[in-house]
């Protein structure tokens, strides 16, 4: 009878492990082509990064420039602020089409 037992405990044993490892195995995530993923960070990464800076930009510095230096310095904050809005935009929209292409061809859920 325990011969019985540590037969089948032992085959039971190697079943769990097969059944975890090809769970566990991660070539079965699923698998997604780069031109869906770049379709889909670009989709979802959102869009008006660079402009939405710039606009964001041009305004806070004309805001700051008035306040400094009148009507001079409102129009050179609002061309520093938008050049700087500019970049720091399109540097956002860069960084968050990369986290979510990295997910997506990875095979996280999306």
């Not at 379709?39 to 959102?46: E, K």
């Not at 050179?76 to 986290?99: D, F, M, P």
Request: glycine share 18%; charged share 15%; with cysteine.
């Amino acid at each position: 009878m325990t011969f019985l037992f540590t037969k089948w405990s032992g085959l039971f044993s190697v079943a769990l492990m097969l059944f975890v490892f090809v769970l566990a195995d991660p070539s079965s995530a699923q698998t997604r082509s780069s031109s869906y993923c770049d379709s889909y960070a670009r989709q979802y990464g959102g869009s008006g990064g660079a402009l939405g800076g710039a606009a964001s930009g041009a305004v806070g510095g004309a805001v700051v420039g008035g306040i400094v230096n009148g009507k001079k310095g409102a129009r050179k904050g609002s061309k520093i602020g938008g050049v700087t809005g500019l970049v720091t935009g399109a540097s956002r929209q860069n960084t968050r089409y990369n986290e979510l292409y990295s997910r997506c061809i990875n095979g996280h859920p999306l």
